[in-house]
């Protein structure tokens, strides 16, 4: 089935560099959902603009994808992009998966979003299920990029940034988040592969030691004020 995108026309891009500087002064960023297909290469399957250049998008997927690293940031002239790498599992692709990338584009003088954040989303995008996400449709990757809007753009949750109590927080909600996707997928579908267990394990550790040290610098912070 040919790839199809999504684009809500909530604004038009005509100049890749100027369009989007004055879109990402406006929203903390744009949320972009790629795909890298072993036979076609790297796809766009939604994103809430429109761009001049039907380029721009692919390049900035290739250039995302075209690394081993989960988690990548690359800079351009007035923005720069953050993306978190999502294998979903496929026992008719090769390789048995198929990687995805949620792509956050954000203005080059706002600071960077934590990693915790990412995983939050990463867990809200499983959530959506293996065999939904698989399907590519349109509709599905709309609906998960209105839960990040109602997350981050309506309850300002990435500010500020530095907030201890904010860091906990989504560390706490990624962890719980994540047990609750194992529970349903265990009880419910029993689909969960012993690999993705580990996965989600992973991430949750990672979400652990995101709390320790945002507890960490907090209390190093109280000692020098």
Known sequence: MENQVSMTGEYKINSEEDGLSVYLEKFPFITIIGKYDHILGPS???????????NFIKNLLRDALNTKNKFVILNHDKFYSQTCKVRINDEDARGRNQLYAIILLRHIEKPLIPTVHFKKIEMLFRKVGEAEILKDNINVFDEFARQIRETYFNKDELLPLESCNLKVRSG??????????????????????????????????????????????????????
């Open 44 to 54: 766009c399957l939604y994103t809430p603009v429109e761009y001049e250049d039907e």
């Open 172 to 225: 706490v909600n990624t962890i719980q988040g994540f047990c609750e996707l194992i529970l349903e997928e265990k009880t419910k579908r029993k689909m969960l592969s012993d690999e993705m267990i580990i996965d989600y394990v992973n991430l949750m550790l990672d979400s652990c030691d995101e709390i320790i040290k945002a507890l960490e610098e907090n209390l190093q912070g109280s000692f020098h004020g």
